[in-house]
């Protein structure tokens, strides 16, 4: 590989010393994008539950591997439609909130073990709404008035235009992803945990693999709160929520660095989270996880690994108003390695 890449520079030099001009090097060829794989298994939009709990049963059942095409509902479970008015969100039952797809079932998912969740498509399936509920969001002092836009979009729809002056390019992701967790409990959808759930991280879209610790035999995977664009923090407490369609591809791993909270990668970057209360706690953890994965992956010590994630980590506010919980991840660029 060494020999053949020094042979246009080579003969580049040649040219050179006999005085003729070099000649200019062959571009190189684009890389197309990975296929989209062919679903094996489908899941329908009805299958939804909105709590997590080990007690939830798993309503399909696929081996380790499977692409499977799911549907999701938007996250209010339908109670915000495009005849919603603002004056009307005080009547949104919280208690519906976050329809998630699933559980689905891995086969051969045991605790210790990591459920990777490659995503490979997110197509929006139609209309969506975002709003301002009062007493929710991070400036919820500040803004006490409900407010709500809704979005007349089409299924596939790219674009979307917020008001006369502004338009954005849409980039669909799912909002909540994870596993149940070791518990009978039912706990509700709002915050992230160590089971994934509603981390509303934004890069967690098409492209990415998401690794969430398996809790339970089988994981219980489940999906849903999809948004058809976000920015990072998502700080007025929601997106444009939408139906949407996935593809995944759900596979188990080992987990020989015990990684107890979940993490992400693309072909540019690894990516790890750390959630708390306090935003400052939540990127130290996540800071802390970095330079975890930086140790054990790359053979830095801690100290080298703390100065890089100086040099080169970058720290992104996911989301801010999920409570009682905030989420920073910080992405290290591949390219350094």
Known sequence: ??????????????????????????PEPESEPDPIPTPEYT?????THNRWSATIPPILTVPSGAVVEIFTKEASDGQITLETTAEDLVNVDFGLI???????????????????????EAEVQGSGWAGIFPGF???????????????????????????DHITLALSPFPGVLGVAPAT???LVTIPPRENGGNMDNR??????????PVQVPGANFSIGDTHAVQGDGEVSGSAIEVPMRL??????????????VPEYETDEYYAVTGFDPSIDEAAKKATRNMIAWLVAEHGLTAEEAYVLCSLAGDLKISETVDVPNMLVSMHMPKSIF
């Open 98 to 120: 976050h329809a998630l797809t699933g559980p689905i079932a891995v086969e051969g998912a045991e605790p210790g073990d990591l459920l990777a969740v490659t995503i490979h």
């Open 1 to 26: 590989m060494y020999r053949n890449a020094l042979l246009p520079l080579a003969a580049l030099a040649l040219a050179a010393a006999c005085g003729s001009p070099a000649p200019a090097p062959a």
């Open 137 to 163: 969001g991070f400036l919820a002092d500040e803004f006490t008035d409900p407010w709500l836009r809704s979005f007349d979009m089409a299924s596939g729809a790219t674009k979307v235009r917020f008001n």
């Open 203 to 212: 890069h967690m879209r098409p492209g990415a693999t998401v690794y969430i």
């Open 247 to 260: 593809v995944v591809t759900l596979e188990v791993l080992p987990n020989p660095r015990g990684i107890t």
């Open 184 to 186: 009978d409990e039912m």
């Open 43 to 47: 899941l329908p939009a009805e299958n």
